[in-house]
């Protein structure tokens, strides 16, 4: 028996966003979903099925986009080598030239016009320049999705540290109540990606969406997690010791300065928060019922 269902390709299939959104579709059950990876041959997840795409060899993206209705797209600015504007645009024409109905584009915004030049939030930026190639492809319907700080940075890239004064936590260029940070689960845009392709007449004219409870300070994450028992503390270091810390530190102080002077999201962030939830099939996630299941208390 044939699947009449209009189908979605997800690119980074195997990704956190792009394997979230796989999920989310699934488990909705409105559309097929083919699932896009660079080596199909070894993915193993709940897609109806997969196919090549690599966003580095756009000769793979005609027959991966091929018969969809709706695509979800994201880039890596963190690959080595990634240039997200060109990888981007021979999506978004791929994905034009296929007859897509409606893509959706993981970006973040645009520091750059946001800060008039003032702050240089590069992996930031140039997810945002592919937004009005988006906007001026002529899909019938696009819609942007904006992820947020992921709460999971804080078990990964982020998790606490040793402190020179023999605590563990976090030291930061932030001052410690400085609540300018929209974080969020990246389990939870799936479901708000799922949404919009439900709901193209509410948000497929260009509506940006962020799939976040809103803003928290690290003192707001300090403060939850030993409520539940951890033991952590916070350490607000001076920009000239930070800039030393790591290779890329400069571009993370860029970032703690716009988003204290703009937050994480920018202007109209309640609006975009908003439009998350009234789409999502799924949750947003607060962050004391994500550390909860997430950052269990040592010995417990």
């Known amino acids: 028996m044939s699947d009449s269902r209009s189908l979605i390709a997800v690119v980074g299939a195997t990704g956190s966003q792009g394997g979230g959104v796989v999920r989310a579709l699934q488990e909705r059950g409105t559309f097929r979903v083919r699932a896009l990876t660079r080596n199909p041959e070894t993915y193993a997840g709940p897609a109806d099925e997969v196919a090549l795409a690599d966003l580095a060899r756009p000769d793979t993206l005609a027959d991966a986009f091929g018969g969809a209705h709706g695509v979800f797209l994201v880039t890596n600015f963190w690959e080595p080598g990634t240039d997200e504007v060109a990888q981007g645009g021979a999506a978004v024409q791929a994905a034009r030239e296929a007859d897509v109905q409606h893509l959706v584009w993981s970006t973040l915004p645009d520091v750059e016009t946001i800060s008039n030049g003032r702050f240089e939030v590069h992996h930031f930026t140039q997810k945002s320049r592919v937004d009005p190639i988006v906007r001026d492809a002529g899909f019938p319907s696009y819609t942007y999705v904006m992820p947020p700080f992921y709460f999971e940075n804080l078990t990964g890239n982020m998790a606490p540290q040793a402190l020179p004064d023999g605590s563990r936590g976090w030291a930061l260029a932030l001052p410690r109540d400085a609540r300018v940070v929209h974080a969020g689960s990246v ?24 799939p976040t409870p809103g803003l928290m300070s690290f003192g707001d994450v300090i403060d939850t997690l030993n409520e539940q028992g951890h033991d952590l503390s916070y350490q607000e270091v001076p920009a000239d010791l930070f800039r030393t810390f790591f290779p890329g530190a400069e571009e993370m102080l860029q970032m703690f300065d716009y988003w204290q002077e703009y937050t994480y999201l920018g202007p109209d962030a309640d609006e975009k928060i908003d439009l998350a939830r009234r789409v999502t099939t799924g949750q947003i996630t607060d962050f004391a019922t994500w550390a909860e299941a997430n950052l269990p208390v040592a010995g417990t």
């Open 187 to 210: 389990a939870d845009v799936g479901g708000v990606v799922s949404g919009a392709f439900e709901n193209p007449a509410l948000v497929g004219a260009g509506a940006y969406l962020a």
